[in-house]
T-cell receptor, first 112, second 113 residues
Framework: EDKVVQSPLSLVVHEGDTVTLNCSYE??????LLWYKQEKKAPTFLFML????IEKKSGRLSSILDKKELFSILNITATQTGDSAVYLC????????????FGQGTILTVHP | DVKVTQSSRYLVKRTGEKVFLECVQD?????MFWYRQDPGLGLRLIYF???????EKGDIPEGYSVSREKKERFSLILESASTNQTSMYLC????????????FGSGTRLTVV
């Protein structure tokens, strides 16, 4: 059975801090790992990672995948209150149907 | 703008009622999914469908069924709602083959009293 574990489950920081969110996985026939940000409603896509060691970057957010050690990290630098959200990690494995297995999510709270 | 639309944002139903949650996508995606989201448990897959009239059980199918009569519409059915089915329900779709590229609906928060 595919499994994704995120840590920490919750995190409280102040604006300007840098945070690192962790995601480890066990999946049959790994295809990709995805990060999402969820505020009040639908998760919004952040990154898709398929290859080890290649950093994906978007503004203050970046992510990298280690397929040997089976984990990924999501970094957020110079955090802002608007970064407060649930961050979800998910992996795609197995069939081509694109079934995602999600971790529990990390609740990030950024105080002014 | 591509969309996955869930018919209700909030629903309150009584124990024992039959409940229908509707999801429609306008992207001509082959795959559609129903998840429920609970605090501390993340999103868990209930059912998915990779083609019209085709369905597969996810990780927690008990107490649920689904229907996909048309490509754009995927319905989740609670045959007899129970209080432990109070949750946020998220629908998603993706194209096939696809390593990811989900589009999510905005969710339906169902409360069973």
């Amino acid at each position: 059975e595919d499994k994704v574990v995120q840590s920490p489950l919750s995190l409280v920081v102040h604006e300007g801090d840098t945070v690192t969110l962790n995601c480890s996985y066990e999946v049959t026939n790994f295809r990709s790992l995805l990060w999402y940000k969820q505020e009040k409603k639908a998760p919004t896509f952040l990154f898709m990672l398929t290859s080890s060691g290649i950093e994906k970057k978007s503004g203050r957010l970046s992510s990298i995948l280690d397929k040997k050690e089976l984990f990924s990290i999501l970094n957020i630098t110079a955090t802002q209150t608007g970064d407060s959200a649930v961050y979800l990690c998910a992996v795609v494995g197995g069939t081509s149907y694109g079934k995602l297995t999600f971790g529990q999510g990390t609740i990030l709270t950024v105080h002014p | 703008d591509v969309k996955v639309t869930q018919s209700s944002r909030y629903l309150v139903k009584r124990t024992g009622e039959k409940v229908f949650l509707e999801c429609v996508q306008d992207m001509d995606h082959e795959n559609m999914f129903w998840y429920r989201q609970d605090p501390g448990l993340g999103l868990r897959l209930i059912y998915f469908s990779y083609d019209v009239k085709m369905k597969e059980k996810g990780d927690i199918p008990e107490g649920y069924s689904v229907s996909r009569e048309k490509k754009e519409r995927f319905s989740l059915i609670l045959e007899s709602a129970s209080t432990n089915q109070t949750s946020m329900y998220l629908c998603a779709s993706s194209s096939s083959p696809s390593p990811g590229g989900y589009t999510f609906g905005s969710g339906t928060r169902l409360t069973v009293v």
